[in-house]
């Protein structure tokens, strides 16, 4: 494995290109499989799935020097090519952007932060700005200030009580679930969808 990895490295300096290792899970599918060293020297991981309704979702799953959790979704389109020399037709698969969530992140969604993610929304509509330009705020994002979407939160129904402890507790919670579940990012002072 330690060849492998300063094989791939002198590929990467000697062409200035990103190097691509396509790996796969193990029986937990929690990891990749293999020897941890591939981890610890890769710059970032992305898990790619396909649900069973036919998108795909590509996850940033962790990068250095950087804390967003991006998500894309995609789908496959057949695209008809033409006809091979023995009349045989010739097909391959576009990407197209897909619309909606996975599953698996409308699962982790409900309550409050279903909640506070409908009122980011909302503060994005009527007050969001593009993001400033960031290495760690993806490009052509509109995003608003993380203390306006609290404000949301607050006059919202974010908590169940008007106490301001247990709806600064129910924010922060519902922030933590967002971004765990890729559905938001956040920097410094600034907040977006994912």
Known sequence: MARFIQAADMIRAAFGCAVIVVHHCGIAGSRPRGHTSLSGADDAQIVVEREDNGIITATMERMKDSEARMVILSRLHRVELGANDGGDQIASCVILPAEGTTSKLKAKVNGAAKIALDLLRKALADHGEPAPISAHIPPQSVACEVTLWRHYC?????????????????????????????????????????
Not at 163 to 168: E, G, L, M
Not at 180 to 187: D, P, R, V
């Open 154 to 194: 607050y006059q919202g129904t974010v908590a169940e009580s008007d106490d301001r402890d247990t709806k600064r507790q129910a924010f922060y919670r519902a922030s933590k679930q967002l971004q765990a579940a890729g559905l938001i990012g956040a920097w410094r002072d600034r907040v977006w969808l994912a």
